[in-house]
């Protein structure tokens, strides 16, 4: 059983940019949470897909997209990069949906950095 | 407005001492609280979890007590290892619009041999 993989794993990107992160999910979940941990922040939540629908938003601008695909692996993508979308984006994935209260397995990140 | 909040950035214990971790929150919708411990380099990995009906639950050295008039919840780790030490992140989520997981800005653990 694999875990959660995130790639790339660091990446820097300039101001207006576009960025395209990835997560492959545990074997056999169908849900991904994707989440952004600013410096000395806890991680705050960006999106849930559940069988490639999203299925639930945090407070963030539609710029933020994401995309599950059938094999449940996902895609978190940002347009128009701004320097405070530097951070470690995580994504967690889990089975089924419980309303948060579906343990989530999380892949290591990807560290953006915009400059 | 951070609707959970660790006041302790950081924290050192002695190894085989009591390590206690604390956790407020604001939101009454809350009903079920998590913690995560993060390792550097890797995502948080689930440690221990709480419902609002109950008041502590227990998991080998790990036990999490959540009093609801307070809004409070603390995580106790006893006996502290060197191996413990990490970042805990806490976490909640509620029923309705709150299903969202609300994490807190985490507490580093040092555990000193």
């Known amino acids: 059983e694999t875990g959660v993989t995130q790639s790339p794993t660091h990446l820097i990107k300039t101001r207006g940019q576009q960025v395209t992160l990835r997560c492959s999910s545990q074997?056999?979940?169908?849900?991904v949470s994707w989440y952004q941990q600013a410096l000395g922040q806890g991680p705050q939540f960006i999106f849930q897909?559940?069988?490639?629908?999203?299925?639930g938003r945090g407070n963030f601008p539609p710029r933020f997209s994401g995309l599950q695909f059938p094999n449940y692996s996902s895609e978190l993508n940002v347009n128009a990069l701004e320097l405070d979308d530097s951070a470690l984006y995580l994504c967690?994935?889990?089975?089924?949906?419980?309303?948060?209260?579906?343990?989530?397995?999380f892949g290591p990140g990807t560290r953006l950095l915009v400059l | 407005d951070q609707q959970v909040k660790q006041n302790s950035p950081s924290l050192s214990v002695q190894e085989g001492r009591i390590s206690i971790l604390n956790c407020d929150y604001t939101?009454?919708?809350?009903?079920?609280f998590l913690w995560y411990k993060k390792y550097p380099a890797e995502g948080p990995t689930f440690l221990i979890s709480?419902?609002?009906?109950?008041d502590k639950n227990e998991d080998g050295r790990f036990t999490v007590f959540l009093n609801k008039s307070a809004k409070h919840l603390s995580l106790h780790i006893v006996p502290s290892q060197p191996g413990d030490s990490a970042v805990y992140f806490c976490?909640?989520?509620?029923?309705?619009?709150?299903?969202?997981?609300?994490f807190g800005t985490g507490t580093k653990l040092q555990v000193i041999p």
């Open positions: 897909y559940y069988r490639e629908e999203e299925n």
């Open positions: 074997s056999g979940h169908n849900t």
């Open positions: 709480i419902s609002s009906i109950k």
């Open positions: 976490a909640a989520s509620g029923s309705g619009g709150y299903q969202k997981v609300t």
């Open positions: 967690a994935s889990s089975w089924g949906l419980a309303g948060g209260r579906e343990t989530q397995y």
């Open positions: 939101n009454s919708m809350f009903d079920y």
